[in-house]
């Protein structure tokens, strides 16, 4: 059995009375093993959206079944989940959602602190993390006052810092420039190297050239998905490239 | 660009923006209509001839409340530009000139201005009236006691505004004009720089409060507390404003620094929520404090003014009319009593029964009443005789002396006494033995539990004696001795009548005005004096109702005030905390943690200014108190119950307020 296993989900959001529903993912069925990096591509209103928020317990499926670590997400009480989602999950998103209100270190240290971890256990996971992403010098400045990659990996240590299974990733590069979507990638190798088990959602071939597999889903269907093997970043993203290209022609084919 | 698209567009943008414009119309149309209300009052036809007095002091309450007004619509206003900076950005963006920009807002800045003006008067207009219906019932003024409208009031008001207006829609433009489109699309969410402590603010604030507590403290003079009123009000206010300004920061701070409290959910949440846009709050709750230290104010020395009067009126008129008859031609006792006397008492009972009101039965009794006399050593000293100590004010009385046929008459008992006994009763102790020495006799003394209620003399500070002679022979004798010291001056025996009537308060003054007219002059060879309740109370607040009507009034307001800054802070709050909270809920914070941590919040800025409010107040209290006993006889006990059940029900007041408003903003943030 694998660490994530995305079992036939279906998502269906209907609309207010007689309103047409919408069918967001048809039938998505994939799984994940522990210690993977795996990316999702599609376009826009492809349903990637929708997986995420499926896998990130904020929405639940129509259909099917996700599991994590054997656990099923749908089995998860309400008033659990918030605390599953502290625990179990790291967050990165496209807009960092950092608070402005709080020093990098309060941001990064708030999952804890909703935890209540003591003050020792924080520092000693605090100091590690923030030397690894380069950003310990930082710890007591305010979002504001930091570049757009920094902001972005203050979030990677949040997502980290609970030690969570499973980190979800939102287009972490969509506001981002070149240079520091390629640091914060290599960055996400590197906690992959570590046994990390990383799920991204992106628009960015460059970005999921970083990944060991790569899954597309284009309307609600994961319709293919390749393996980045011994490739080198650049090989891959080639491969890449040309599924996505491929995906695009037939689905002109399809229509025509 | 052309004025009609700019009009269209400011429209528009006002409906757009109705969430948040709403409550600013609503907030500055009270705002107008507090201050039109107390600008009204200027030219009222009523404090114009009654209470010219009171003039300069309902100047200095429209000074105040034009402050208020303009603090508190430039605090509204920039809370309304910063949630709109955006679209102004976007508008920047898609090639509107600042210019362009400028107009759109001018134009908007007018519509808000003349709905919230005309709103606002009308408001005004109507909640005026209906206060001076509410005073005047509780109070009965006289007939020309209205709610007039006039120019002058509407144009201070339209004025006042105007300019109020004008300096907030410069700041808006100036604004921005110093930035760029980037900054003002991202306007809104734009990072606040967590806020400086500034420990010279808090020394100075430190130092204001103490110096407005100090004048409080030290005060021992009724003029002098009148004159330095103002002066430790502004001390604490600007001592106010500067703490919750400059000490909350430090506090928070701290509080912040501690990491083992700091570090857990609820103060991690709430004490960087607070920190991080303190400056905001604190004006707000600084205004919320001042307010409510206004309320306390006006309203419990109001009541205290009231009820003390209303405890002057009931001690001092037992019966609803009493007259009192005097000998002016020293005609001899019986001759004028059988006389003199009986021919009034028909006239009072014919004119009586010729009225709408019926006499409840009438009595009558014979007193001497002498004031300044001194009881020491069990010896009565007449105020005349030359060896009284006026040093010694413990044991200086005023004393009345009756006989005790009248006694006997007017108790309805029937006690009897020998030429060397006396009733005695005393208000405070003077007397220690059993006898009383009265130029040169010696009485022994049969102490009175209390006095008949209709013979009392009813003076606080000192000991008031009644003396009951064994019969009215001796009461003669003693007033012969008296009135031997002075040659020029002669102690007189007063009939006094007594009896109550049926009939409303109208009824029992038209009564009192036919009976005045009656005993305007002497009759036969009496002088009588006509006392009337109704006709004192009318009189007593011809006076005193100018200071009640002005605390009823700006009571009414400054609750006003508390209801609508309070409401607006936690509108406010909610939009500016809900971009936060959200954040962190996607980050795995619960419903009920957001609770936690808001309630906690919320329950601090709650009490804080009422605590703090609660405390100005009571240090305040030695300064009202000499203030009060200026135009009222008003006791300790008297202004502490009224201040302690007046800060009762006002924290039960801003206490709904607050559950009703933070419910709202509990509403608006998740």
Redesign the interface.
Known sequence: MSFLEVKHIRKIYSGRAGAKETTALKDVNFSVKEGEFISVMGESGSGKTTLLNLLSTLDKPTDGEVTLGGTSLTSIKEKELSKFRREQLGFVFQDFNLLDNFSLKDNILLPLVLDQTPIAEMEKRLQPLVKRLGIEELTNSYPYEVSGGQKQRAAVARALITKPKLILADEPTGALDSKASETLMTLFSEINKLNQTILMVTHSARAASYSSRVVFIRDGEVYHEIYRGDQTADAFMERISQALLFAFNRGDQNEA | MKHNMSFKLAVSNIKANKQIYLPFVVASAITVAMFFMIVSLLSNAFVESRQESLVPLFKLGSGVIAVFSLIFIFYANSFLMKRRKKEIGLYNILGMEKRHIARIIGTETMLTFLVSVLTGLLTGIVLGQLTFYAINFILILPDDFVFSISLVPVALTVVLFMAIFLVTYSYNILNIQFSNPIELLKGG??????PKSSPILFLLGLMSLGGGYGISLTIDDPMQAFFLFFAAVLLVIIGTYLLFNAGTIIILKWLKKK??FY???GP?ISI??M???MKQHATGLANICVLSVMVLISVSTTVALYSGAERMIEAGFVNDNSLSIMNIDDTPVEEFEATTVNNIIEMVEQRTAASSVEMEELQTYKQLTIYDNQIKNDAFIYTRSGQVDFDDETSMVNTRFISLDDYNDITGQNRDLNSEELLYYESLPVLSGDTLEIEGIDYSVTRLDSPPEAVDVQVEDRSNVLIVFSDEEILSSTINQFNDYEAEYVEELYYEAFWNTSGSREEKLVYANELDELFSDPIDDAYAFFYNKEVFRVNYYDITGGFLFLGIYLGFLFIIGTVLITYFKQISEGYEDRV?IQ???????????TKKATRSQVIWMFVLPLVVAIMHTAVAYPLLYQMLSLFSFVTHSLLVTTLLIVSLVFSLIYGIVYKITSRIYLNIVE
């Open positions: 969410n734009a990072g606040e720089k967590e990491s083992t570090y857990t959910p991690f960087s929520g920190l991080y846009r936060r954040a962190m809920q996607k980050v795995g914070l619960d419903s009920e943690m």
